[in-house]
């Protein structure tokens, strides 16, 4: 009764029927494909005819079909879907040609057919449908010689299994005339007592999942055949301590080794490229990675919770272009150190949330953005370097690094997130750069051992609570001269003592400091020249003279301390020269050995043109690349 099926656009594919009391249907020559459920819940339908031209049936097409009694399948047909004739109660006869290679999970359960098959394997044509009913105790399986494929669930939950021989793999002018190809998804997940696992070369594919959940899983050799590790492969076998991936895998797929609690060591081939989400979340015992120099993707939390992880290594520090997801890294307590490889165009939100141990970052300067979270609660960190590339720092950024005691923002810098670095309770000295606009809600908050600060004129907006709970500020150096259009929020300063902390601010704004809402509150207030000239960092900026010679700002000061016969104890470090265009010069530096707060020291005569000259005077570094600063006037 052809008037009752529906039909796609092209006529090659049966997508229902009009009537789902039919009882008997024809499908006609030239259709290739029944659709997902397309005579689902026919009850009353007993008699089918499919044509020869049929290569799929797709999921759930038979579903409950419960008059049903006998199927013949065409010499041609490739694929059953999912659960195809699931409910086909009375199902008892079923044609099935050796052209059928892939049978989709539980193709034919709760039917006659199936109750009829004896316990133990169910084959069919070269696959091994599923295991029925239970199996023997420490039960050791014996793959049969003429099976090519493991279908999906074949042997899920079968807790009794505890070992698996594969047949010896036969090849004929190059083929696989032999031996299994493909295991199917879920194929041997929970299968508890499984303690080893050799997959033969012959194996191209394995389905997400097939191993999951199989928990006494000690040793794995994989096949050599395979380029991608699926989903959850291996996710739960907790016992599993040592696996080599084969080189040619290109990608692991998310959550592959999730939860492998016992998995120490692993390694990588060259030949990846992804790392998908989660693949090694929470492998509590492993100690260090590897990742291959053509790595162009790593997922969200690769990572995550291997609080045993003390060393990651990028083999190539110089990426083209590398894309790393967010939490990467969450949780690591163990790892120390890290660089990260040139090619990274930012820092995640919570790469390093919680490494605790981590002391040393080193950052490239192809990032230009540094997320929220990215170095949250990493409590070791005791300094950090700021590439110049970077323009932004996120939310919560450095939050709760207690022992961060030296922090170089670059000139590049123009917006520092709200809590950006809130309770860094071991920063004592914070110059921001010329470049900062925006300072975020409570960025600075609870900083109780910040005793200098200094604010630059390019600061156009300070959020609520920025420098609230700051209790040790001693000497607060603000050098805009416009301070009355700044956009400033209340309780910026809140705790600090405003009647012991100095402010420093330029000639001729007394005024309209000491009737600003926020800064009047001072009542110790000193006046200074006012610098507008060019601020350079510690391994930030090279000056670069007219015959192309270069210096590093460590070079110039070293220079200039014996020059100017300056001290230079034990510890001391210049971090910064600040040149005015009134033709003053100042350099700062700061305690490193006892945290002392930052000194200035004003040297009169000395402008940006003599220090260009200077650096003549200086060991040859080769050419700089950098241009020079604003104020310099050739």
């Not at 670095?421 to 071991?426: L, Q, R, T």
């Amino acid at each position: 009764m052809e008037e009752v099926l529906l039909y796609s656009e092209d006529g090659k594919t049966i997508v229902g029927v009009t009537d789902k009391t039919v009882a008997h249907i024809s499908i006609p020559s030239g259709v290739e494909r029944i659709e997902d459920e397309a005579f689902s819940d026919c009850f009353n339908l007993y008699d089918v005819d499919i044509a020869d031209s049929i290569i799929e049936i797709g999921s759930r097409s038979f579903f409950r079909c419960s008059s049903l009694n006998s199927i013949k399948l065409p010499n041609g047909i490739v694929k059953l879907g999912e659960g195809a004739f699931s409910g086909c109660t009375n199902l008892c006869k079923i044609d099935l040609p050796k052209s059928l290679k892939e049978i989709g999970y539980a193709a034919f359960n709760e039917t006659s057919w199936l109750n009829e098959q004896p316990e133990g394997l169910v084959i069919i044509n070269d696959s091994i449908y599923k295991w029925k009913g239970e199996m023997p105790k420490d039960y050791h399986l014996y793959i049969p010689q003429n099976v090519k494929r493991i279908e999906d669930y074949a042997f899920d939950g079968c807790y009794n299994l505890l070992a698996i021989d594969f047949p010896p793999v036969i090849y004929h002018f190059g083929e696989i005339e032999q031996g299994i190809t493909y295991i199917g998804d879920w194929a041997f997940s929970r299968c508890s007592s499984l303690e080893t696992l050799s997959i033969p070369d012959s194996v191209c594919e394995i389905g997400m999942g097939a191993f999951e959940g199989c928990s006494s899983l000690k040793n794995v050799v994989l096949s050599e055949k395979l380029s991608i590790i699926e989903c959850d492969l291996f996710s739960d076998c907790t016992s599993l301590s040592n696996i080599v991936i084969p080189f040619g895998v290109q990608i692991i797929g998310g959550g592959a080794f999730d939860n492998c609690s016992s998995l120490s060591r692993i390694s990588l081939p060259k030949s990846l490229k992804e790392l998908e989400y989660l693949v090694f979340e929470n492998c509590k015992t492993l100690e260090e990675i590897t990742l291959s120099q053509n790595l162009r993707a790593i997922g969200d939390g690769v990572f995550k919770g291997c609080s045993m992880l003390k060393t990651v290594t990028f083999t190539n520090t110089d990426i083209a272009s590398i894309n790393i997801g967010k939490e990467v890294f969450k949780d690591c307590s163990s790892l120390m150190s890290i660089k990260l490889p040139y090619g990274i165009q930012e820092i995640p939100i919570s790469t390093f949330l919680g490494c605790s141990s981590l002391i040393d970052v080193e950052i490239p300067d192809s990032v230009t953005l540094i997320n929220d979270d990215a170095f949250g609660g990493c409590s070791s960190l005791q300094h950090i370097e700021v590439p110049t590339s970077v323009i932004s720092i996120g939310d919560n950024c450095f939050a709760y690094c207690s022992s961060l005691s030296e922090v170089y923002l670059p000139g590049s810098v123009e917006t520092i997130g709200c809590e950006s670095f809130a309770n860094c309770n071991g920063l004592e000295a914070l110059i921001l750069p010329q470049s900062i606009k925006v300072i975020g809600e409570k960025a600075f908050k609870d900083c109780s051992s910040l005793k200098y600060l200094e604010i630059p004129d390019s600061v156009k907006e300070i959020k609520h609570s920025a420098f609230s709970g700051c209790c040790a500020l001693e000497d607060i150096y603000c050098l805009s001269t416009d301070i009355e259009n700044a956009i400033k929020y209340h309780r910026i300063f809140e705790g600090v003592n405003t009647y012991k902390c100095k402010l420093h601010i330029p000639v001729g704004t007394k005024w309209s400091y000491k009737y600003d809402f926020l800064f009047g509150q001072f009542k110790d207030v000193e006046t200074f020249s006012p610098l507008t000239g060019n601020v350079i960092y510690k391994k930030e900026n090279i000056y670069l003279n007219e015959k192309g010679k270069s210096a590093s700002l460590e070079q110039i000061a070293d220079y200039l301390i014996d020059k100017l016969n300056l001290d230079k104890e034990d510890g001391n470090l210049f971090r910064s020269i600040y040149v005015g265009n009134d033709g003053s010069a100042i350099l700062c530096r700061t305690d490193l050995k006892n945290h002392r707060k930052l000194e200035r020291l004003e040297m009169e005569g000395l402008d940006i043109k003599h220090i260009i000259k200077l650096i003549d005077e200086l060991p040859d570094k080769g050419n700089g690349t950098c241009t020079l600063p604003v104020n310099y006037n050739k």
